[in-house]
């Protein structure tokens, strides 16, 4: 009977001692520097944002030579980089909601429209929308105190 007690309390500390060294610690050690690692490889917001200045620039130039080719890749690329934002869930400190929440109210619709009046050579409405845009991303600014960083 003894023997049965010490092998039940030899087997409760090992499971003790099991817990408090559990390898999912270490794991835990291990997703967390990779996690800071993600991190500090992700690109920041204002870097993404100097994207999204270079590529509507290009569209701008785009629109104004009739090109409407270039005008659907600057889109795309505008698309692409705000994709990446959301993928990588890039934020800082002056976002006051997830970068999605901002994507479908400021650019998706905006993008969407551009790309089909690129589709049909529609040089009017690709000017028109394309204000529409430029309001859209300052309007962004304004609601996250950026209202000094105006697009034009
Ligand atoms: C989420 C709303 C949002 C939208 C939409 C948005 N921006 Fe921004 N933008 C920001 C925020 C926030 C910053 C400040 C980033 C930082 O703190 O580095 C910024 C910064 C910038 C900067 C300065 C980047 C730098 O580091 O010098 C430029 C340029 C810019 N945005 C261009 C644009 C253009 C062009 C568009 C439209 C195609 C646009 N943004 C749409 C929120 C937005």
Do not use: W
Not at 6 to 22: D, R, V, Y
């Amino acid at each position: 009977m003894k023997i049965v007690v010490i092998i039940s309390c030899l087997f409760i500390l090992l499971i003790g001692a099991c817990q408090t060294q559990s390898p999912s610690n270490s794991q835990q050690q291990e997703i967390d520097s990779l996690k800071s690692v993600i991190n500090q490889l992700k690109p920041g917001l204002g870097e993404v944002m100097t994207q999204f200045e270079y590529h509507h620039d290009r569209l701008s130039g785009a629109i104004g030579q009739h090109d409407f080719e270039r005008a659907s890749y600057e889109v795309d690329e505008i698309k692409e980089a705000a994709e990446k934002i959301m993928q990588l869930h890039i934020t800082n400190d002056k976002l006051q909601q997830p970068f999605s929440f901002f994507f479908e109210k400021y650019l998706k619709n905006s993008l969407d429209i551009l790309a089909d009046n690129a589709t049909k050579k529609d040089t009017a409405a690709l000017r028109s929308n394309f204000v529409a845009l430029t309001n859209n991303c300052n309007g962004c600014h304004h609601e996250n105190n950026m209202s000094f960083m105006k697009i034009n």
